[in-house]
T-cell receptor
């Protein structure tokens, strides 16, 4: 079974600063997907960024980037130039790649507060 | 641009009552699923479906039933509610690639907060 661990229950960052959220996972699979989802106070979950395990290049989406370390099973999210709208719960998630694999395993989440 | 719509948003039940949480999507997604979110637990998969007439169990299926008669709708039924089912429920959907796999980007509804007394 796969597990996803987010060791930081809560974090805060000053507006315009950079923050890194940690995520580690445990799996015996070689091919998989990793995700960061954002859940703002309004509660609707949205995808922030996705990484395929077979790609060595770290994914980036505007101010969001990841540091994917496959050997260490680490998948951290960096948010640059933090904005008030980044205040949310952030969930790291994992899914095995391949046909018939549907379960997305989530970490417990990190509550991020951006301080003006 | 509705996306995934869940109803109701809030519900209070007494132990032993039954109810159905509704989920509808207008994106023609083959894959639909139900998650529950509990404090300090992240999200856990209850049931999922890869098409009309096809459903399967997730990580925490006990106490819940589902059916999928159309591509658009995927209701979640609680036949006899228990306090342990107090939670926030999310419906999520996605495309399938070649009918068997999805890229993993889930589109979520806004959630339904259920309290069982």
């Amino acid at each position: 079974a796969q597990t996803v661990t987010q060791s930081q229950p809560e974090m805060s960052v000053q507006e315009a600063e950079t923050v890194t959220l940690s995520c580690t996972y445990d799996t015996s699979e070689n091919n998989y997907y990793l995700f960061w989802y954002k859940q703002p106070p309004s509660r609707q979950m949205i995808l922030v960024i996705r990484q395929e395990a077979y790609k060595q290049q770290n994914a980036t989406e505007n101010r969001f980037s990841v540091n994917f370390q496959k050997a260490a099973k680490s998948f951290s999210l960096k948010i640059s130039d933090s904005q008030l709208g980044d205040t949310a719960m952030y969930f790291c998630a994992f899914r095995v790649a391949g046909a018939g694999s549907y379960q997305l395993t989530f970490g417990k989440g990190t509550k991020l507060s951006v301080i003006p | 641009n509705a996306g995934v719509t869940q109803t109701p948003k809030f519900q209070v039940l007494k132990t032993g009552q039954s109810m159905t949480l509704q989920c509808a999507q207008d994106m023609n997604h083959e894959y639909m699923s139900w998650y529950r979110q509990d404090p300090g637990m992240g999200l856990r998969l209850i049931h999922y479906s890869v098409g009309a007439g096809i459903t399967d169990q997730g990580e925490v299926p006990n106490g819940y039933n589902v059916s999928r008669s159309t591509t658009e709708d995927f209701p979640l039924r609680l036949l006899s509610a228990a306090p342990s089912q107090t939670s926030v429920y999310f419906c999520a959907s996605s495309y399938l690639t070649s009918g068997v796999a999805y890229t993993g980007e889930l589109f979520f509804g806004e959630g339904s907060r259920l309290t069982v007394l």
